[in-house]
């Protein structure tokens, strides 16, 4: 593949240009981070990742595409920011600013690093990028490459990072000729006999009103489940020769239902979507949403509905 000239994009990169171009502050809540604490002397690490290196243009057919800047052309700095400060919670707010900071797909770069210095050998190394060039995995891979690299940097012990036999720009081409033509024309159309009738939106009796307009700030609230009740879980699936996570969205939708949002419930659900090998070490955006319709039969027995 010619790395010098504009590639497609994949599908997924594809729904965040969508999404970007539609609302330009929705592109603010696609947004991925990361903070690695480093305690002793200082050094610099180096991403290998194409899609670290990536920007988006719109090709003259009106499609986008994503270039790829060589490594001797990539505009990448780490920026090192002193804050000497002893507060925990000083620290979580600054991170939070600095993660907060918008991107802009053209000009880039879409990957970010900035260096907190909290005293001499006590360092916060604050990792970011868009959802166009990252995911959950890849952070955390991202975080385990360059915790590998500064040990090798300050220890000698070598990295011995696995190598990338296929970048994301390999990964997108390919994508693309497996989903075209007759393939890609059968399984839009499934869905779009899967899907017809569901409701717009949940029918919950919420405790306020949906706002006028979506601002994008969320919250979560965590929750443990106890070791009886997941060995239970975990029974139950091995019973019915399902996924754990089958059970548990079994669970949640009749939950729901039962709560107020009537028969039909759509629950969406992010899947990794890297089903080879070679992709598990690689950075970028290959996650997909998914669409889970449950038809809930208030009178059934939860087994029968499982």
Known sequence: MDRSAPQPLSYQQERLWFLDQLDGFAGAAYQMEGALRLSGPLDTVVARHESLRTVFMMGKDGHPLQV?????????SVVLED?????????????????????DLG????????????AEENHILVVGGHHKVLNGWSVGR???????????????TPAALPELTIQYADFAARQRDVLAGDRL??????????LPGIPKAITLPFDRPRPKVMDYHGGSIPVQVPADVTARLKALARSKG?????????????????LGAGEEVVIGTAMAG?????????????????????????????????
């Open 68 to 76: 790829i800047a060589p490594i001797h052309e990539a505009v990448f």
């Open 83 to 103: 804050f000497p400060i002893v507060d925990e919670d000083d620290v979580k707010e600054r991170v939070r600013i600095i993660l907060s900071e918008p991107f």
């Open 107 to 118: 000009a880039g770069p879409l990957f970010r690093a900035r260096l907190i210095a909290i």
């Open 142 to 156: 991202f975080l385990k490459e360059i915790s590998a690299l500064y040990r090798e940097a300050v220890t000698g």
């Open 185 to 194: 024309a059968e399984e839009t159309e499934w869905w779009r006999e899967t």
């Open 242 to 258: 399902r996924a754990q996570f089958v059970v548990l969205e079994a669970a949640l939708s009749a939950l729901l239902s039962r």
């Open 274 to 306: 890297r089903p080879r090998p070679e992709l598990e070490n690689l950075a970028g955006f290959f996650v997909n949403t998914v669409a889970l319709r449950n038809r809930v039969d208030a009178l059934a027995p939860f087994r029968e509905h499982l």
